[in-house]
């Protein structure tokens, strides 16, 4: 059975009844799971994830709309973490048995239906636009909510779905489909944020290194070392272990080494399996051979 | 749902009919799957690979004797594989939210309704077995069907199970508990035979290596290269990236290198998932971080 992750992220983080009523409403979808949700006080956002089939998913995400988009307010929402839409963005991921296509296709059906049924203007983003200009999601957020207005009347930026004018109070949505995002953190054996910076620059695809990666280096203060913390948006093409001996070989030329690495959250289990094929220099291996695969495949 | 594997050898790989019809008995059996079988004329010999919980599986084998013992003859029956029974070996594996204390348990249960059910001597093996003597298989095996009624009168080899003698047709059975086996080989870059049995010989346990490796050096004629051909009988003490690096090593001193490596058949996900963590030196790192245990565990 084909699974589609979804992980909207919606305007209110500061009141746990509201939200809890908006995942209730999700929950409620029949062949829906929510699997996590968890809301951000001074970032005034929650962040949901559900996974389904194309259907439940579907049902899920506009029973979402149903229940937020009149809860949230963005004339007096306010919160640290920028914002165009109540309901502000929906990824859909590919996970099992269900290609990017689909996923693709899914996000522009949910984008015609939450602009016809609640009069939103969505924006496509990531895979399911074709406009190269509209493919990032900070280029779209710009401006934000109160900007929104303005954005919309301007050139190239009519939404790909809905009214040319902000809903009142729901402003716009980004809709779209990507990848499932690995969050990896290497810790370095120094207290140098500058070589952690440095590292950074050089690994991530804004500033010249590898295409798929996000990176900017931090200072753990309770530890007193120094952080690479990254963002993988496709380890399929740029897979975690690329990106760990190229952090390790950068870190050489300043005399430091990689004191261990981190998965925040969740990771797929074919980028470990990936790690293990490398280092093994494992050959003429098939995910079929993975013990776990064939106890729950067919005979 | 308790997870457990069996993999019976039965001494018989030159009737595909026969062996056929007890593949049968087992499939029938409620809750059993059968996940492969194969045979070797050769051999003679046949394994099966089935997996259910614990009920299942007993009732799963128990059908298997009664399809085998009457078909199987070893008066009659020869083939290149050592064998002591009509159905030789037995050993049960923990795969899935079961313990190796629970396999001990059903091996145990299973020896005595084979003896009190066939009359057919069993010995106890590998995890199962308490007699720090009476745990490896060849030790067991020695001196074959033909030899055990000697064996079975001999000081310290009274059976675990059932009559002092061997059944008539169908020897004895050796029955236990084991942790998944994994077939793993590393191809050299090199032609030279010696260097493989050098390595072999430096990482297998019976000569002074690691605790659960088994290993020999081969030719592969085809692609005129050398393998080091590897069991792993304990992933979770000896794991594959360890024997990996210690192959690697090795062969840096005759000045060869690791061309490849390879799996053969199925292998656990945790031993591929154990290499990426050392590579990668993932540390804080837990099993339920991985996407598709999220997605199959509750919430």
């Known amino acids: 059975m084909a699974i589609i992750e979804s992980i909207p992220n919606i305007s209110e983080g500061r009141r746990p009844d509201v939200v809890r009523r908006i995942v209730d409403a999700v929950q409620a979808v029949p062949g829906v799971r929510v699997l996590d949700y968890s809301s951000d006080a001074s970032h005034n956002r929650s962040v949901i994830t559900l996974v389904g089939d194309a259907a439940a998913v579907q049902a899920g995400i506009l029973a979402l709309y149903e229940a937020a988009v009149p809860a949230i307010d963005l004339r007096t929402q306010c919160g640290e973490h920028p914002r165009v839409g109540a309901v502000d963005v929906v990824p859909f991921v590919p996970i099992e048995d269900v290609t990017m296509a689909e996923c693709v296709t899914l996000a522009r059906e949910v984008a015609a239906a939450v602009a016809a049924r609640f009069g939103i203007p969505v924006f496509l983003y990531e895979e399911a636009s074709d406009n190269p200009v509209r493919k990032n999601l900070e280029d779209i957020r710009r401006g934000e909510f ?80 120094a952080q690479v913390s990254i963002n993988l948006t496709n380890f399929q093409k740029t897979p975690v272990h690329r990106v760990f001996d190229m952090v390790t070989r950068e870190a050489a030329r300043y005399g430091v080494t990689v004191l261990e690495s981190e998965v925040i959250g969740l990771i797929p289990s074919a980028a470990l399996v990936g790690a293990a094929e490398h280092y093994l220099q494992l050959e003429r291996f098939s995910p079929a051979q993975i013990l776990e695969n064939k106890l729950r495949g067919g005979q």
Chains 1, 2 share one sequence.
Not at 151 to 164: I, M, Q, R, T, V
Not at 213 to 220: F, S
Request: proline fraction near 6%; glycine fraction near 12%.
């Open 146 to 225: 109160e900007g929104l207005g303005a954005k919309l009347a301007s050139e190239g930026w009519a939404p790909d779905f809905g009214p040319a004018a902000p809903h009142p109070s729901a402003g716009a949505s980004v809709i779209g489909a990507r990848m499932p995002l690995i969050a990896y953190n290497i810790n370095l054996n120094t207290d140098r944020l500058d070589v952690a910076r440095k590292i950074a620059a050089a690994i991530r695809h804004s500033s010249g290194g590898l295409r798929y990666v996000k990176a900017m280096g931090v200072k753990l203060d309770d530890r007193n070392l």
